[in-house]
T-cell receptor, first 110, second 114 residues
């Protein structure tokens, strides 16, 4: 089955700086890569996703890049703000189900 | 308000007891999922249902069972709880299981098995 690895496990950034989270996947058949944000005490919420036929996608301060050849994808958050502090999960979808990375706890320092 | 509800919010349970976690969605989604979340392991799929009347096993199904009698409800049952089932459980749904469709998550149930 699919194996998704996510790095780093924790990330502390100064407010206004950028944050980058990287994920690798094992199954070349995976074709959909969503990113979820989980705030304390809540369920994960989709923030951005990318399909395998696209190399990059941007939505305001967040962007995701995908390298199918290397089987890795990354989340970029620019101009970080305190409300960006949360746990972020990457995931890869093959056929019918999502496989999640272990998560990255992002802390934005004021 | 449209979305997914889970009950209970939290529960402390003695080992060996039977427990059912409830999940209801009002979005008329065909597909529903149960995940457990453990520190350092992310979200792992326990069971899923592509449509009412069908269920399937995920990555970590042992010790759990599900049923999907109708579109809206997808209960998860622990027949005889063990301490290793202490976790936060999330129910999720999507319009269908195929394609590139968002999974919506409920608020979670925190379960402690002593």
């Amino acid at each position: 089955g699919e194996n998704v690895e996510q790095h780093p496990s924790t990330l502390s950034v100064q407010e206004g700086d950028s944050a980058v989270i990287k994920c690798t996947y094992s199954d070349s058949a995976s074709n959909y890569f969503p990113w979820y944000k989980q705030e304390l005490g809540k369920g994960p919420q989709l923030i951005i996703d990318i399909r395998s036929n696209v190399g990059e996608k941007k939505d305001q301060r967040i962007a995701v890049t995908l390298n199918k050849t290397a089987k890795h994808f990354s989340l970029h958050i620019t101009e970080t703000q305190p409300e960006d502090s949360a746990v972020y999960f990457c995931a890869a979808k093959d056929d019918y189900k999502l496989s999640f990375g272990a998560g990255t706890t992002v802390t934005v320092r004021a | 308000i449209a979305g997914i509800t889970q009950a209970p919010t939290s529960q402390i349970l003695a080992a060996g007891r039977r427990m059912t976690l409830r999940c209801t969605q009002d979005m008329r989604h065909n597909a529903m999922y149960w995940y457990r979340q453990d520190l350092g392991l992310g979200l792992r799929l326990i069971h899923y249902s592509n449509t009412a009347g069908t269920t399937g096993k995920g990555e970590v199904p042992d010790g759990y069972s599900v049923s999907r009698a109708n579109t809206d409800d997808f209960p998860l049952t622990l027949a005889s709880a063990v301490p290793s089932q202490t976790s936060v459980y999330f129910c999720a749904s999507s319009a269908t299981s195929g394609g590139f469709l968002e999974q919506f998550f409920g608020p979670g149930t925190r379960l402690t098995v002593l």
